[in-house]
């Protein structure tokens, strides 16, 4: 039941931050695998989901840290969008953010977590959330402008 309430949220964000199925899908994996593992007794249900994000972020960041060399995959899941030109402008703002932006986007505005559980899911502290959701709208946004625009 709770690999079928966290599944798929966890491998969206996985092949979004990626852009590659197969390594999101690996990943998934050795998500449920560490979390069996070092599952803390009494665990409130309310902050399994933020854990499992958790584990799967730093299992990301683990991942590019040994192989820097498929840090940005060209590929990008485009399944959340309907229009091509907003496919092929998210590919690029997503393939030009940081890591760390990547993932504080998704999480808030796709998986809609609030800043406490993006906190508990990245390992930041919950203070720091909000300038950096601040910052990483407004990379995403300049990255959108067009050339010589600045407003």
Do not use: C
Not at 23 to 43: C, K, N, S, W
């Amino acid at each position: 039941m709770l690999y079928d309430a966290t599944a798929r949220p966890i491998h969206a964000y996985l092949t979004g931050i990626t852009g590659q199925r197969d390594i999101a899908d690996d990943v998934l994996q050795e998500t449920y695998f560490r979390f069996l593992q070092r599952h803390p007794a009494g665990m409130p249900a309310a902050e399994t989901r933020p854990y499992l994000f958790r584990i799967a972020t730093n299992l990301l960041r683990d991942r590019w840290r040994t192989r820097q060399d498929a840090q940005w995959p060209e590929g990008f899941d485009q399944s959340h969008s309907q229009d091509v030109d907003t496919q092929l402008d998210m590919r690029r703002v997503m393939k030009a953010l940081k890591p760390r932006e990547r993932e504080l986007l998704w999480l808030a505005y796709v998986e809609g977590m609030s800043h406490q559980e993006i906190a508990t899911s990245t390992g930041l502290a919950a203070l720091s959330i909000r300038p950096l959701l601040f910052r990483a709208r407004r990379r995403a946004a300049s990255l959108l402008r067009p050339e010589g625009k600045t407003s």
